[in-house]
């Protein structure tokens, strides 16, 4: 039976509509960078396509004789994205005027075995079956993401803003600050397909990092 992260580690894959807190350990990803609006730029789907193809290439690579030691079988896990804006945090009430400022970190968990030499053996092997995919942006990326606050936001993209208030509200009530600063960002996890479900039945883990307040 593949592995299936989503079903093995419930707690930070599927949290209620009720916000709650969890200690994220460290995770391997490989990811791309960019920057401007995901529903108009060009840059942000093709990002998307090299983050699948490599992930599946990945898995499958047991079929064609060259699975990496330690592999195992696994389900592709969700697409995530790290989120902010021209710079700054991505936080507040989630309302983003203009989406062409925004700057993201898009990303595919991977399985521990995921190495650079991996990485690089299904860079080559997609490159010779799709040529015309940039696959130059993508890299292996480890973070440890640690305490944060995390909530299920169902719904269209555009209505995350109430979601967030939710969440940034509950953060306060527990006795904890919101911590995005840096590398700790404004965190989606896309349990949904845009492409095959209606807006209103998306699912989109919300995560935000948090430290506790002093005396807490």
Known sequence: MPIDFKKTERELYAPGTKPGIVDVPEMIYIAADGRGDPNTTKEYPAAVEALYSLSYAIKMSYKSG?????????????????????????????????????????????????TQRVLEWARDAVAKKKPALDLSGVYLWTFTEGLCAQIMHIGSYDAEPATIQTLTAFIQESGCKTDICGIRRHHEIYLGDPRKTAPEKLKTVIRYPIVRSEGK
């Not at 700054?88 to 400022?101: E, L, M, T, V, Y």
């Open 66 to 114: 060259n699975a990496p030691q330690g592999y195992y079988e696994h389900v592709v896990p969700p697409l995530e994205g790290f989120w902010t804006v021209d710079g700054d945090a991505f936080c507040g009430d989630g309302a983003i005027a203009d989406k062409s400022k925004f700057a993201w970190t898009s990303c595919i968990r991977q399985p521990a075995f995921v």
